[in-house]
């Protein structure tokens, strides 16, 4: 099955170093002189799927970013890794809202002919999962959402998947191609790919494409409100209990002591004529009858 597989990408800051909101509220940086960015784990989960995709269907792989100049290690990455093309979005702006970002991804994405559209299902940064869901509506394609595995039926031309649901259940869904899945980081493992590939990728291969950062006022648009660093919540501590005298709590307190332990219950079985006796005999037994 010939098959046109187009992996959409972003580079976001590495959120195992420490982070702060600026001074607009807008965005979060890095406590750092020079910020380290990755591949946003979701969207390299995506490029490894579509790579096994690629080696049983032979299918071609695009990849595709849009970010500032520096988004660039993001495609170099994704041509090191086997990906047939390579094409970035150059923005000037830093920042664009989601809308923008899928408005200008789904124009590329439209004349790329593509059969199926990878992308995580939210990134580290803003996390909202909502530019696949915006590129499914302008494109007018089927979207599955939190996939965790794939599976082409090449005869019906149709994608099955498999979706993560809460609590550990799982639900099949199959949609017709051309659609547009975000998946899950769960769906699969990235591959390591060597600093000496990574070195040696042509880059040359990589389409550059200016964009415009002026939105079109006939489309509606997302503006971000601000975002605050997350609220200090105080650590839950032991505390004795109420039914302990004064020289008790202190010994718990210092941790000389281990608190009372906590009444027993007990469950009253069988027909209700040998719960009342036995209820009521336990009453009488307490004294409290």
């Not at 209990?241 to 027993?264: C, D, H, N, T, V």
Request: charged share 20%; glycine share 6%.
């Amino acid at each position: 099955m010939s098959l046109n597989i187009v992996v959409c990408l972003k580079q976001v800051l590495d959120t195992q170093l420490p982070l702060q909101v600026d001074e607009s509220g807008q965005r979060a940086v890095q406590d750092a002189a020079q910020p380290v960015y990755i591949i946003n784990p979701a969207d390299l989960s995506a490029l490894e799927a579509a790579m096994h995709l690629k080696v049983r269907l032979g299918a071609r792989l695009t990849a595709l970013t849009l970010g500032t100049e520096r988004a660039v290690d993001v495609l170099r990455h994704a041509l090191a890794r086997g990906a047939d093309a390579a094409l970035h979005l150059v923005s000037e702006k830093e920042e664009l809202d989601v809308w923008t970002v899928a408005e200008q991804l789904s124009s590329t994405i439209a004349g790329l002919k593509a059969e199926l559209i990878l992308c995580g299902d939210s990134s580290l940064d803003g996390a909202s999962g909502l530019v696949g869901a915006f590129i499914a509506e302008q494109l007018h394609l089927p979207l599955v959402t939190r996939a965790i595995q794939l599976e082409l039926l090449a005869e019906q031309r149709k994608l099955r998947t498999w979706r993560q649901m809460e609590r550990g259940a799982r639900a099949i869904v199959e949609c017709p191609l051309p659609a547009l899945v975000c998946t899950s980081a769960l769906i699969a493992q990235p591959q390591y790919v060597s600093v000496y590939r990574l070195q040696h990728t042509d880059n040359s291969r990589i389409e550059r494409i200016a964009i415009s950062s002026v939105k079109n006022p006939a489309l509606p648009g997302c503006t971000m409100g601000g975002i605050s660093a997350p609220r200090l919540r105080p650590r839950k501590m032991p505390a004795p209990q109420a039914s302990l005298s004064a020289a008790q709590r202190i010994r718990f307190l210092m941790g000389g002591a281990q608190p009372a332990a906590k009444p027993e219950s007990k469950l009253v079985e069988g027909s209700t004529q040998e719960a009342v006796e036995r209820v009521v005999k336990f009453l009488q037994e307490r004294g409290l009858l």
